[in-house]
């Protein structure tokens, strides 16, 4: 995959998004357009999915340090 940040991917997806809503690019970029905006909302969902076990860790470590 492809490193790109996290807030820079959702901006990306936003403009395609709004282009393709649009209607007015050409079959074949439409296509391009989706397939790359497919891309990136999997590559979203893998950073928060991520995100979420690190907080999930950070979480259980902390309860884990209180407890000794």
Do not use: H, W
């Amino acid at each position: 995959m492809e490193e790109i940040i996290f807030e820079d991917a959702i901006a990306e997806l936003e403009k395609i998004v709004k282009k393709l809503e649009e209607g007015k690019m050409p079959l074949d970029d439409a296509i391009k357009s989706f397939e790359r905006g497919m891309y990136l909302k999997k590559l979203c969902e893998e950073k928060l999915k991520n995100a979420k076990l690190k907080i999930e860790s950070i979480k259980l470590t902390a309860e884990q340090d209180e407890q000794e």
